[in-house]
């Protein structure tokens, strides 16, 4: 494959996983105060079967183009989202899928637990951003009295993570049967840089 076609491909599937990213933010599951979605389980997806860089620059993506004002988030879109307490998921979305690829793409064949591993680690990252995030817009910009730090942990952390670390595993049986079909467009791509 050439140099050319091959960083083609991987550009392709980095859009096709930031729109799939997007679309993750309008699966809801309603719980009360909460915004529960699968962009984490897209996310991971994209960190495991497209490698850390790629993953990361899906995320870049879709994170620019709600920026930019396409409501792709899941609260519309546009600049003034980064004043959000919720923002920081989005940027621990882009080094959770950076760490989750680097970490299962070290081996040639991943096993189960080394994805496992790779995905925890990811949303733990993302979890850490986005809580301190929170704490920090609701209690310095937000202006609607604060929130204390338990608070902030059990809305934002106890809440949500034990469904991400339920779709992790799903993610990572995905990633496991899918992996070898992405690889060589992966390796390819990395090789040409």
């Not at 091959?6 to 309603?30: D, E, N, Q, W, Y």
């Not at 879709?62 to 004002?69: E, S």
């Not at 817009?137 to 670390?165: H, M, Q, R, T």
């Not at 990633?175 to 467009?185: D, W």
Request: aromatic share 14%.
């Amino acid at each position: 494959m050439t140099k050319a076609k091959s960083k083609t491909v991987m550009i392709c599937m980095c859009a096709i996983f930031a729109a799939l990213i997007a679309i993750g933010a309008f699966i809801r599951i309603p719980i009360p105060y909460i915004n529960v979605t699968l962009q984490v389980f897209f996310v991971a997806l994209a960190g495991m079967l497209l490698g850390g860089k790629f993953g990361a620059l899906s995320v870049v993506v879709y994170i620019m183009l709600g920026l930019i004002g396409i409501p792709i988030f899941t609260e519309g879109g546009g600049f003034f989202y980064i004043l959000k307490p919720t923002f920081g998921y989005m940027i621990g979305f882009i080094i959770g899928a950076y760490v989750t690829g680097k970490i299962a793409n070290a081996a040639t064949n991943p096993s189960i637990k080394r994805l496992f591993i790779a995905d925890l680690i990811g949303i733990l990252i993302i979890y850490a951003f986005g809580v301190v995030y929170f704490y920090m817009a609701s209690n310095l910009w937000v202006g609607e009295g604060g929130i204390s730090i338990g608070d902030c942990l059990l809305y934002c952390f106890v809440l949500l993570f034990p469904k991400d670390l339920a779709i992790s595993v799903i993610a990572v049986f995905i990633s496991k049967r899918l992996i070898p079909i992405v690889r060589k467009y992966h390796q390819e791509a990395d090789k040409n840089d």
